[in-house]
């Protein structure tokens, strides 16, 4: 039997490069090794945007489009809607009792997201406690592997002591703990050089955007910005044109030779995003194509199917859950 791996995106917006090498690619590979689960997590996003839930439904198509024009294959990878889990909800209950206020505090990422939103005594409860629903996300399906970017790390170490203590308190190895398959490309940074690429910073080029969007997001690119002439001898490094060059071009000697060029002086920031605007063109014409021909009916029948699938396992989990806490029904 293939080991079940597990991931999950918010559907927020549509995908993006950064997906695409952060975690696209490399779900595509695992699924033929792997009985792979994605869910779509929608109540995580609801997390911090309660109060916009259309924004977090409409996605879920899109997202699900995201992943089958990259070459998800529904058949060897079970695509799942996390709200329509409602095991998620019970085993997230059972867990809060698990956790203490110090130790979610400490979570690196959630700390890190409050600061971000200006949180402090305001943070929603349901943010703030969101680790504890992953653990239920990736514990009910029984993920033993969880490939995911480094910052969801304390996730995994939070879900893996609630497995434990879960497991000591209630003298049962009902629940296993998993490992993380730690993506090894680094974080692809925005069009705006500043940060990573990301869609609510408005830096990202999407999966789904159009030709002439995806030319005039490399032609706002920061470059170096003491390279003014063609003739300046350029810095590649900072250099966003270069470091997607680096993540996107087909062949990378060809990047070196670039790079030498630029480096040297005599080559001028339009021919370069020229050339990298012909290679995104060329990655992400055919993945347009497929999503276009992608019929929305058709995606919610797969998605259906899918969260069909992933509740049986949930129901099954649940149960060994309630039987090792007895709380078996009457
Ligand atoms: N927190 C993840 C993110 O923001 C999404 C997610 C939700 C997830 N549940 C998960 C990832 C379970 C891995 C496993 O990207």
Redesign the pocket.
Known sequence: MKKKI?????PTGGLHLGHYIGSLQNRVKLQTEYDQYI?V?DL?ALTDHFDHPEKVTQNIVEIAKDYLSVGIDPDQTTIFIQSQIPEIAALTIYYLNLVTLGRLSRNPTVKAEMQQKGYNETVPVGFFCYPIS?AA??TLFQAEL?P?GAD?LP?IEQTNEIVRRFNRIYHTNALKECKAILSTTSRLVGIDGKSKSSKSLGNAIALADPPEVIKQKVFQMYTDPDHIKASDPGRVEGNVVFSYLDAFHYDQEAVEVLKAHYRRGGLGDVVIKNILNDSLQLLLAPIREKRNGLDAKMVKAMLHQGTEKAAQLAKGTIAMVREAMGITAF
């Open positions: 597990l991931t999950g995106d918010r869910l997590a995580q992953q996300d990736i969880v995911v969801q996730m």
